[in-house]
Structure formats: structure tokens, C-alpha cells
């Protein structure tokens, strides 16, 4: 499928694909069918399945976000912007925590192998909260943090951000339409929140300006996950 990155005003799904098993990620995104346009491979899958499970999931036509955080010396992360940037995915996450030369050297490396792909600059872990970066030793509150790594990234060349929900504004404010912005931590009304800690629900997230929401144990665990997809769906499309 070609590269679809949402115009500004529109909030798209992404399903994270957080699963065990190969079979049962492939038959869930069947069931999805094409009201689904996205899926996130991360650390799990990633881990257990490598490249030629993003090309199987890719083949469905779905848009593909591999998601790895990567953290790590510049040349190191670059190196590794290289090798997975020629696999056939839309988004890719490193950690802008990672600092501004790391991001530099990430969207070089971005440009050089892959012009069309987004790379996404995580902020601060939605399963974070005020009393996490307390006890990193960190004096600033989430959304001070978020806003100060997001100018950190705009610095360095970076147009994508994965952060939560609660900051979408304050970014919005700073640097208008400039990034991307995916927000998990999103929840439909009545779902477990889990490690999930600044959360809203999918009509909140649209509502606050993100480009996408990533979900995942609230699809893959209901006891129908298409339906919970078409559930999702409508309420962004509402
Ligand atoms: O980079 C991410 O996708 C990510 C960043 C973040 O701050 N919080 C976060 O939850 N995620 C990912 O988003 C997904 C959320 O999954 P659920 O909590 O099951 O909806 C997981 O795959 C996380 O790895």
C-alpha cells in the first residue's frame, strides 16, 4: 500500500500488534479487514518473527509502523535507521531522550535510505506518570517534559512524535502543524486501562488534535476485535 500519512485534521487508527503468535496476528488482521489501514510491530514481534514478518504483514496492505524505540550512540542508531529502512514501513520510532546529534544522525540516515519514511520521535512513555520521572530524578511534569523534547526535535529535523494524548495541545501551540503526533494511551470508555497512565478515549484523542491513536489490548483482547476496530472507527469518524 503507498504511503497514506493523515492530512492534519484527521485522527486514523493504528493497531498495535502486541500478540504471541504469527497465525493469530495474521487472523486478526483479517478479521479487521480494510476498515483497518494500519499496524504496529513492535519489540515483541520484532524480536521473535524479524523482517520477513514486516514484509508478510506489508503484503496484506496494510501501512506498516515498526515500532523499536531506538536509543542508542548516533552512529549506532543510524546504522540501524539503515538496515530496517529499507523494509517496505511508513513509521519508525527512535527515543528523543536519545538526544539532539542521535536524532540528527537518525534523519540523515532516514532521508538517505528511505525519503517517504516518518520517523517518530518518542517523548515521555504513556505508562509514565508525574511520580516516574520523579523518581528518575527528572524536575520537570510530563507535559513540561514532552514540550521541552519536542523542541529538541524540531531542532534536530524531526517532524513525527509519539507522545500522549494530554500534550497534543501544548505541542499544537508551540509549533502548529509541524509534527505528526501518535498518541497512545488511548482507551475506549469502560477498558481496562492497564499500565496505561495518561489516557483518554479515541473521540477525546481526535478531539485534542492527534494524527493517530495506537491501540492495542483493547482490540486484541475483546472478545470480538473487528467489532472493537468498527467500534474505534466510528467513534473517529463521528
Ligand atoms: O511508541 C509507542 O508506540 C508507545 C509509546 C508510548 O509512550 N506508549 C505506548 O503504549 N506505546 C506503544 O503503544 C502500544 C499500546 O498498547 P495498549 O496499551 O495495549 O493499547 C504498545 O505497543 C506500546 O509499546
Redesign the pocket.
Known sequence: MTETLQSKNSCELIL?L?IEEREDALALLAKAGPDLKWA?I?LQMFTKYGPDYVRQIADLGVNV?L?L?LHDIPNTVAKAIESVGKLPIQML?IHTCGGKEMMQWAVRAQENVNPSLQL?G??????MDQSSLDLLGIRQSPVERVTHLAGLAKDAGMTGL???THEVKTIREAHGDHFQL?T????PAGSAA???KRIMTPAQAREVGSNYI?????IYGAEDPAAAVAAINAELNA
Open positions: 498495535a502486541d504496529k513492535g509502523f515500532d524505540k520510532t517518530l518518542v517523548t515521555v512513555l504513556t505508562s509519539v507522545c500522549s501518535i497512545p494511551g488511548v482507551r492497564g499500565d496505561q495506537v491501540v492495542g489490548r483493547p
